[in-house]
């Protein structure tokens, strides 16, 4: 019994502490559609504004700075509202326990970063990687390969909504439902990815269970895109 108990005090404990694992499970989360919708402020239509406010969903505006110049060549600035998935900022707190965050957008980062700041204040994420981080291959551009945050990938994950966004390794993908502010009744950050990843910590390879509940080389493969990674 005092062995038993023993055991599970160390499980609690080791949790917190990489999981039993010499490193953090690597969580690399996607932005747009994933954790946040965003729609230049100008375009944004009253109806969706005024259905998401009632909803709760948290939204903000920001002034980003765009790739296009104007008249005089000085970069143009976009007025932009952001909107939160709901249980953002609770996601990120939970996930940072468990897991090393890596923010992986494929937008450009004169957007993106304040749009990080914003979410990110806690400072919860551990690295950025802006669109020049992304490839492209012969079926997708702004492909996120996993080489350029970790040569191991048997404790990293990628979560996005797009899923060709990692058909490199597709056995390291979590797709999610995109998110619109349109839709406001969403729980899939807290209900349906946070469980999952939690799950994942405690793999000494998070690969063989990816694949088994997702099954992403066969889906790749019915879109016409022969299988790059089979092999776990």
Not at 27 to 46: F, I, K, M, Q, R
Not at 55 to 66: D, M, N, R, V
Not at 203 to 223: A, C, G, I, S, T
Request: hydrophobic content about 40%; proline content about 6%; charged content about 20%.
């Amino acid at each position: 019994m005092l062995t038993k108990i023993a055991d599970n005090m160390l499980c609690l404990f080791s949790h917190k502490k990489y999981s039993g694992y010499p490193v953090l499970v690597q969580v690399v989360l996607d932005l747009d559609e994933t954790l946040v919708w965003a729609y230049e402020t100008s375009s944004l239509p009253s109806a969706v504004r005024m259905q998401s406010i009632e909803a709760g969903l948290k939204c903000f505006e920001l002034e980003c700075i765009s790739s296009e110049k104007d008249a005089n060549g000085r970069p143009k600035v976009n007025h932009v509202t952001v909107f939160e998935r709901p249980g953002l900022h609770e996601f990120l707190k939970h996930f940072s326990e468990f897991a090393d965050l890596i923010l992986f957008t494929a937008g450009l980062e004169g957007y993106a970063s304040p749009v990080i700041d914003r979410i990110d204040a806690d400072k919860k994420l551990s690295h950025r990687l802006y669109r020049p981080s992304t490839v492209s291959t012969e079926h997708r551009e702004h492909v996120k390969d996993l080489t350029c945050v970790s040569k191991d990938h048997s404790r990293t994950v990628i979560v996005n909504n797009n899923p060709f966004i990692f058909l490199l390794q597709p056995s390291n993908g979590v797709p999610c439902v995109p998110f619109f502010a349109a839709q406001p009744c969403d729980n899939q950050l807290m209900e349906v990815i946070l469980p999952l990843l939690k799950q994942l910590s405690f793999q000494k390879d998070v690969r063989p269970v990816l694949y088994e509940k997702f099954h992403m080389p066969e889906w790749f493969e019915h879109q016409g895109i022969p299988s790059i990674n089979l092999s776990l």
